[in-house]
């Protein structure tokens, strides 16, 4: 039905930037109980219709900026161009460099300009003395790849890689950005009617990703962590689903599926979020489902702009724009732009249809 899908596209990009602009305020910090409560309060004061206007209004960081880049990507070009993404990406950056960028993608952006596009997949490659990057980036920015290639998985996981090498080339990176593309594809794919089999939602996870971790395992190094990372991760994800939620257990999701800024401890995290608050409140008082994962995504500390952020874009992708407080929206900077970047990916997915 088109017009559920459209939804499920707004709901997707408007669940990436409100998990990112309310997120913000606490990257980087150990949330603890006294915090919980005052998150709590933030979001319940959110929600009211006629917000106080002296409430600090949030900007969005880095997480935004790239991914408005990545739906301009595939809006804009009948195929796709990574030397347009590129441009993309670093005029972005070279106008508004306060955005909260990783340390070292921001080297990546110098190069590519100083190099005037040359290779627009050397100087990432180049990136921690030639083993790329592994932070959560590629991931954090993949929503609209989801979404406009939902119909055809082969060229989204082409087209989602080769998005990532831009800034993205040690195998956690582009895995962890698959990963997260497959989590929005896979949600936007569900009946928001129908409830939701969080274990089963998982276990196609865990075997698409055994697919791609196959295809990249070539010298059979089965001692090489990183070539089966992500397929492990989704055991343990299913594993602490079947957990019931208290204070313990988010301790425990913290130490084993992590909150930093690698993909690898973020990706998997974001998609327990997702999937643990659909019939679980995990301490959060609210029925609304997005507004549940995302907050209780802050709620686990670290890197909070962006595991609320991926976890919301596949909460909104699941949900679709009913799903969205309005007043929260409102509340984040260019959420109007980003309802019509969602709608414009909308009526520009009929030519998603590629050439290998
Ligand atoms: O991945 P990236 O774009 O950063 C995204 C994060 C999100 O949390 C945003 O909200 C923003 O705050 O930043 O940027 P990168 O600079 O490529 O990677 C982020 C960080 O991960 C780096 O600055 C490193 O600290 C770490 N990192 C690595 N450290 C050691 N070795 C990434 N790859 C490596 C590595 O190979
Ligand atoms: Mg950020
Ligand atoms: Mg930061
Ligand atoms: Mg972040």
Do not use: W
């Amino acid at each position: 039905e088109p017009s559920l899908l459209r939804s499920k596209f707004r709901g997707s990009l408007l669940g990436a930037l409100i998990g990112d602009c309310t997120g913000s305020p606490y990257e980087g910090e150990t949330i603890t109980a006294g915090e919980k409560i005052i998150i709590q309060r933030y979001f319940d004061k959110l929600e009211e219709p006629n917000l106080n206007l002296k409430t600090p209004f949030r900007a969005y960081t880095d997480d935004t900026a790239m991914t408005k880049s990545v739906a301009k990507f595939l809006i804009d070009k009948p195929e796709p161009d990574y030397g347009f993404l590129a441009r993309l990406f670093v005029n972005d950056y070279f106008k508004e460099p306060r955005r909260g960028y990783g340390q070292n993608v921001v080297d990546v952006f110098h190069k590519l300009k100083t190099s005037k596009f040359e290779d627009v997949f050397k100087p990432a490659a180049e990136q921690f003395m030639g083993s790329g990057s592994y932070g959560n980036g590629g991931a954090m920015r993949i929503a609209p790849i989801g979404l406009y290639y939902h119909n055809n998985y082969k060229i989204m996981i082409k087209v989602a890689t080769q998005s990532t090498k831009i800034t993205h080339t040690h195998l956690l990176g582009i895995n962890g950005a698959l990963l997260q593309c497959m989590a929005v594809q896979q949600a936007l794919m569900l009946d928001p009617q129908k409830k939701l089999d969080p274990r089963h939602f998982c276990l196609e996870l865990y075997l698409k990703m055994k697919e791609v971790e196959k295809t990249e395992e070539d010298g059979e190094d089965e001692s090489d962590f990183t070539s089966r990372a992500y397929q492990e991760k989704l055991k343990v994800v299913e594993r602490l689903l079947g957990k019931p939620h208290d204070d313990n257990l988010d301790d425990e999701v913290i130490r084993n599926l992590g909150h930093g800024i690698s993909a690898y401890e973020s990706v998997p995290t974001a998609i327990y979020c997702f999937l643990k608050t659909q019939n679980e409140s995990c301490g959060i008082m609210t029925d609304n489902l997005l507004r549940r994962t995302i907050q209780y995504a802050i709620t686990l500390g670290g890197d909070t702009d962006t595991i609320a952020s991926m976890a919301g874009a596949i909460a909104g992708a699941y949900l679709g724009e009913d799903a969205v407080n309005s007043s929260i929206a409102k509340h984040c900077e260019s959420y109007k732009e980003i309802a019509e970047l969602a709608d414009n990916l909308f009526e520009a997915r009929g030519g998603s249809l590629v050439s290998e």
